[in-house]
């Protein structure tokens, strides 16, 4: 009897320890506004960076962060404009990119992705319907509305919001927009900027499908045009274009390591490899280590 009032008084601290832990963790985050162009905005909380384009009656959104960030997120926007968010734009499946769905899908909002997306919501959402942690309203509202496989167009006055697939690079739904005459474009998490990047391999990413995807972005923004990363501070074209050097430099070390036989653990040991970039890059979420890991299962699997 003793034993089990100590272990209930023991699990109840833990409890409320976890609690107190996270309601801090939720109190520290700040939505901060970064203004890229006359109508374009960045908000920045935890998770993957948000576009907001404040247009002539509504508002389009990119990316939603986690679900118990939203009340904080609406306020953020709230004090932008008072305009309703009428497309709200997944550029990934990823939770810290579409954690809020639900709560902004309303009947004035529609959530759009790309097919693929829709499909990994969908798998990963019915996971915790199963697990009786969703119910099914919230299921619903958590899927995009309206998806596309290549590219899709969006008219909004003198704006063209041009949103485009691109093939197995951080996963295998990943899409881009560009706002036109904002000159503003938002690479989801195919960039992760002042960072090494994480490609999600079980979700269909690669690393030549990465390098790739920045190379169709080159093309398509100029000298002048602002960059939201996934992750990390706005950026320029000249900064993206040292970040693809970057992961093609590696990318042939990686390749010729493997070419002269070296393992798994060998190349992730081999600090050698990129000495180069980690004082710079080394730093965030993914580790030179886990860094080299994923290229080599990337390059290893082509
Ligand atoms: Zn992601």
Do not use: C, W
Not at 72 to 90: C, D, H, M
Not at 167 to 185: E, K, L, P, R, S
Not at 214 to 219: D, E, G, R, S
Not at 243 to 254: A, H, P
């Amino acid at each position: 009897m003793t034993f089990y009032k100590t272990k209930v008084r023991f699990l109840i601290f833990i409890a409320s320890l976890g609690i107190s832990l996270l309601s801090a963790q939720d109190q520290e985050v700040v939505i901060s506004i970064d203004k890229l162009s006359s109508d374009v905005y960045m908000l920045t909380g935890q998770g993957g960076n948000i576009g907001i384009y404040v247009g002539q009656k509504n508002v389009f959104m990119i990316d939603d962060q986690f679900d118990r960030l939203s009340d904080k997120i609406k306020a953020a926007i709230a004090s932008l404009t008072n305009k309703p968010v009428a497309f709200l734009f997944n550029t990934h499946m990823h939770g810290d990119h579409t954690g809020g769905n639900a709560n902004f899908n309303t009947d004035l909002t529609t959530l759009v992705a790309h097919n693929n997306v829709r499909k990994r919501v969908m798998a990963n959402q019915q996971k915790r319907l199963d697990d009786k942690k969703i119910t099914e309203a919230y299921y619903s509202k958590m899927l995009p509305e309206v998806t596309f496989s290549e590219d899709i167009t969006f008219y909004d006055n003198h704006e063209t919001i041009m949103a485009f697939h691109v093939h197995n690079a951080h996963t295998d739904g990943d899409a881009m927009v560009y706002f036109v005459t904002n000159d503003v474009i938002h690479m989801g998490d195919t960039y992760f900027a002042g960072r090494y990047p994480y490609i999600d391999l079980k979700s269909g990413g690669s690393l030549q499908g990465y390098i790739d995807a920045h190379k169709k972005a080159l093309m398509v923004i100029s000298e002048e045009t602002k960059i939201i990363p996934g992750h990390g501070r706005p950026s320029t074209k000249k900064e993206l274009e040292s970040y693809v050097s970057m992961l093609e430099d590696l990318k042939s070390k990686i390749l010729a390591a493997i070419a002269a036989g070296e393992s798994l653990e060998e190349v992730k040991s081999n600090n050698s490899i990129s000495a180069a970039y980690d004082s710079t890059h080394g730093n965030g979420y993914i580790k030179p280590e886990v860094m080299r890991e994923i290229f080599y299962k990337s390059l290893k699997s082509e």
